[in-house]
């Protein structure tokens, strides 16, 4: 009998290895696309910044500092130099503070809020999804709850955001209105709200493809197979039903990271959340220019970089996939 | 002589049923989540009734109210953060505006905006899809897709984000109210890529079925083809998602004003009225209240409607 | 849809529950084993006694005791009967230690692996279900199905799906198992020429009914029901080479298209109208040759 070839020589790796450099690519398309968008705004930036009143030769001083006076080419350049350390030059608006520092200020509590409420999410989700899929009196409980996801889903994240601080926060004083802590412990009560409003998405989603992986793997004939030899149900359910329907969870988080930012961007004006999208909406109302290239690109980045690693977890974890010779 | 066209309502392939998580990206959210609970329970038919009654209701009401209610959205008085009362329904806001009045005021600009942005986009992404679908020049296919394909994976916010940067968010044109204009555009540039990908599934699916080669064979154009045959069909698949998407479309435009780059106030917007009222959450949280409950009513209409929809066309598709 | 479904079977006697497909045997075994339920099917009238036992309707508690301790299946398809992502040692180990928690594990795999007559157990274990040839995963399945040292083996078309040699080869291993411990044997198929060879006795099924059974024997040398018959007939063999081979016409009817009498009787070509009007009854006593069909009835 031969060994087993391992993982990384086979077709699943070439495969993630197209998928790397498909990313790759989509990376470079964005930060090009981000580029000319910012290129193609009317009016001048400088100007912009300087208000209506700043002299010809105040805006011209601006320019060159800011880089602007250069052929479009060198602009392109300069900037694509920058995308991999992220250096996007300086805030527009605030003096001498990089961009980068500002992503990176802002990037720990976007992540925390999303990473927090894809947990919460899942926590609450599976156990639901697997409850609605293999209650024993199956038609009532499998619609309530999803009656309950249907409601979830007619609401935008923020105005569940809205609810909750009105409900939480004001009338029963449990939760901070808004803005950061300082310290770990802090920072968790400020954290809780808003990622309960983000899970509000995801929630339903979670329990719908739990629900259906697992009334699929429970009608596998393996299930039935083991059911006949005398194996309990209960290790059934642990070893044969959870972990195919958690496979599919990867897949769903990997696909949905671009819109729990998005909706993490709400989210984060409503709580006062120094996130991200905190910076990147107040630098579009201020057209800021630079800070908005910066964070559109972290934005799109995290999504595509979340997308590939979904994708390498998933080949990692079925060994089916693995195994495609 | 040549057999007259196909079955009257041919079967198409089924809406990625199979693998409903693989296409589903960003925004997408909606679409697959409507699990048919409503229509299981009492009928795709009573589905699209209640939940296309709902929203009309709604929009009569969005209509109706401003105009016939005793106190107009814009007035301004001095009762200010009253609370719900007979002559108040809704209460009053920090200006004295009859809240009632300015959320139905409000519900007339974001349904018609949602409504024509789904229009919109539904309409240039089915034509768009299809038309890929069906053209000759293989290259186009690919080309298009990967596209629409960068754009979906793309937080979206981030996208109306920078799109909305681009055009200016501050812009009015004519009678739209300020910030509209941006909206508007920025929204139908990114949804119809939505659209497109369903469209060409739905429309490759169907290109190979005989009454399409026969009217090939016939001399019939492409572009005859493409819009007396299949681009009605599709569409018509493809409206239950278009109305998800209005679910889709008007939260994000209320995002949108509450952040600020969307519809300026003093324009009665959703999310601009939710954005006041959050300053006056302790004080006056009626101000919160109705809008929110507008808009989620007519967001939960609808769902209810989609549902039905999409139950039909399960059921049809049999 | 079963309907009129009898036989029984002695402690070592192998039977053999023969038909077509869409006989109704599958659902037969299915009822045996408590998992009619499962695909919302229930048991309206009649009983299942295991030696005493019985399994209609019957509490999980006793379910425990009787799957894979008294009762094993081996089901019709290996590979979808076995979950593709755990390696066979580990799915025989974890049978094993549901149905003998005290047990060493991995010896008493190695042990059933040797009783199935399969080379390199060791080896074996460590390969997933489809690294493995039909015969051998069929013999991880009978390995399976004695891992809890059963006293009834159902083996649901075991070996339909494999070469005739490897066929004989699975056979005889269970011929053998049989003779060494005394295991009795519910054989499902609907291959005549394999109940010759193997089985004590038969029960012929046709749409969802016992038409004929008894030992195997007498049914074969004496068929009575019309359809037994036609089977017989139909076999190919080696001493009737020349004659034509008789398939028996039209197809076996579903159970939403049975009518109200004999179930053969559309088929049938000695059907009266007394055939199409009334079921006719299946009297079955221990050993003898029970035959339902009212012309044999007359006889």
């Given at each position: 009998m031969n060994r087993r070839p391992s993982v990384l020589a086979g077709p699943a790796a070439r495969d993630l290895a197209r998928k790397v450099a498909q990313a790759v690519s989509v990376m470079l398309l964005v930060s090009i696309t981000v580029f000319f968008a910012m290129r193609l705004i009317p009016g001048n930036p400088a100007k912009d910044v300087l208000g209506n009143k700043a002299t010809p030769v105040a805006v011209a001083a601006l320019d060159q500092r800011l880089g602007l006076d250069r052929p479009l080419i060198a602009q392109f350049w300069s900037f694509l130099k920058g995308v991999p350390t992220l250096s996007f030059g300086n805030s527009l608006v605030e003096e001498g503070v990089s961009v980068r520092h500002i992503i990176f200020d802002g990037l720990g509590v976007t992540a925390l809020v999303v990473t927090a409420s894809t947990a919460m999410s899942l926590v609450v989700g599976v156990p639901l999804g697997l409850w609605a899929a293999l209650a024993r009196r199956q038609q009532v409980v499998s619609h309530s709850v999803q009656s309950v996801a249907v409601v979830l889903l007619a609401a935008p994240p923020f105005l569940i955001g809205l609810l909750l601080i009105f409900a939480f926060s004001v009338k029963l004083g449990l939760f901070p209105v808004g803005g950061w802590g300082k310290g770990l412990g802090s920072d968790l009560s400020h954290l809780a709200l808003p990622a309960v409003a983000l899970s509000g998405y995801l929630i339903p989603l979670v329990i719908r493809t739990v629900r259906q992986a697992a009334l699929d793997a429970s009608r596998e004939l393996y299930v039935e197979a083991s059911i006949a030899r005398g194996i309990s149900s209960r290790s059934i359910m642990y070893k044969q039903i959870l972990p195919n329907s958690l496979l599919p969870l990867i897949t769903l988080i990997g696909l949905n990271v671009g819109t729990l930012i998005s909706g993490a961007i709400v989210i984060e004006a409503i709580f006062a959340l120094p996130g991200l999208g905190t910076a990147l909406y107040q630098a579009v109302n201020a057209l800021n220019y630079t800070v908005i290239e910066g964070c559109a690109i972290i934005a799109a980045f995290s999504v595509v970089i979340a997308n590939l690693s979904a994708d390498a977890l998933y080949i990692l974890v079925d060994p089916r996939v693995r195994r495609q010779a | 002589m040549m057999a007259q066209g196909g079955p009257l309502e041919p079967a198409v392939a089924p809406l990625m049923e199979a693998a409903p998580i693989a296409v589903s990206a960003g925004r997408n959210r909606v679409a697959w989540l409507v699990s048919h609970r409503f229509s299981r329970r009492w009928g795709a038919s009573r589905a699209i009734l209640f939940g296309g009654g709902g929203l009309a209701a709604m929009c009569l009401l969005c209509i109706a109210v401003p105009l016939l209610w005793a106190y107009k959205p814009d007035a301004m008085s001095a009762l200010a953060l009253q609370g719900p009362s007979s002559a108040h329904p809704f209460g009053t806001d920090e200006l004295g505006r009859d809240v009632m009045a300015r959320a139905f005021d409000a519900g007339r600009l974001d349904i018609s905006v949602a409504l024509f942005v789904v229009a919109v986009s539904s309409i240039v992404g089915t034509a768009i899809g299809s038309g890929v679908a069906l053209?000759?020049?293989?290259?186009?296919d690919p080309v298009v897709m990967r596209l629409v394909d960068a754009l979906i994976a793309f937080p979206y916010l981030v996208i109306l984000l920078l799109l909305v940067t681009v055009i200016g968010p501050g812009r009015h044109l004519g009678?739209?109210?300020?910030?509209l204009p941006a909206i508007l555009i920025s929204f139908v540039c990114l949804d119809w890529t939505f659209y497109s990908r369903l469209a060409r599934g739905q429309a490759m699916s169907l290109r190979d079925r005989e009454y399409v080669l026969a009217a090939r064979l016939a001399g019939f154009s492409n572009t005859r083809i493409l819009v007396r045959h299949i681009i009605p069909i599709v569409f018509r698949q493809i409206l239950a998602y278009a109305v998800l998407d209005a679910i889709v479309t008007m939260g994000a435009l209320a995002s949108f004003s509450f952040l600020g780059v969307g519809v300026q106030p003093p324009t009665a917007e959703w999310g601009n009225m939710m954005f006041d009222a959050q300053s006056y959450i302790s004080t006056a949280p009626w101000m919160l209240i109705g809008p929110a409950v507008l808009l989620a009513v007519t967001g939960l209409s609808l769902s209810v409607l989609a549902d039905g929809l999409l139950a039909k066309g399960a059921g049809d598709r049999r | 849809m079963l309907q009129d479904v009898s036989f029984s079977i002695a402690n070592g006697e192998c039977l053999a529950l023969v038909g077509e497909t869409g006989s109704g045997k599958t659902m037969t075994t299915r009822v045996i084993t408590g998992l009619v339920g499962r695909s919302g099917g229930r048991v309206v009238n009649g009983s299942v006694v295991f030696d005493g036992l019985s399994l209609v309707d019957a509490p999980a508690a006793t379910w425990k005791q009787v799957r894979g301790r008294r009762i094993a299946l081996v089901p019709q398809s290996s590979l979808a009967s076995l979950n593709p992502v755990i390696k066979v040692g580990n799915q025989l180990r974890e049978t094993i230690k549901a149905l003998?928690?005290?047990?060493e594990t991995r010896k008493r795999s190695i042990e059933l692996l040797e009783m199935v007559r399969l080379p390199k157990a060791a080896d074996v274990m460590?390969?997933?279900?489809?690294?493995?040839?039909g015969g051998m995963r069929q013999r991880v399945m009978i390995a399976l199905a004695l891992a809890g040292d059963p006293e009834l083996l159902i083996a649901d078309e075991a070996t339909t799906a494999l070469d005739t040699t490897i066929q004989r080869g699975i056979l005889d291993l269970i011929s053998e198992l049989r003779s060494t411990s005394g295991l009795a044997v519910l054989f499902v198929t609907h291959d005549l020429g394999l109940v010759r060879r193997f089985t004590d006795s038969v029960a012929v099924m046709y749409a969802g009914t016992v038409v004929e059974s008894g030992p195997t024997a007498t049914v074969l040398e004496h068929a009575s029901h019309p359809y037994t018959r036609a089977l017989l007939a139909s076999i190919p063999s080696v001493e009737r080479r020349d004659a034509p081979l008789l398939p028996v016409p039209g197809l076996c009817p579903a159970p939403h298209e049975r009518g109200a009498g004999c179930g053969f009787a559309p088929r049938c070509n000695q059907a009266e109208a007394r055939c199409h009007e009334q079921r006719p009854v299946l009297e079955v006593e221990r050993g003898e040759h029970s035959v339902s069909c009212w012309l044999a009835v007359t006889k």
């Open positions: - | 053209t000759a020049q293989r290259w186009i009678f739209l109210p300020s910030g | 003998n928690p005290h047990l460590r390969l997933y279900p489809h690294e493995l040839s």
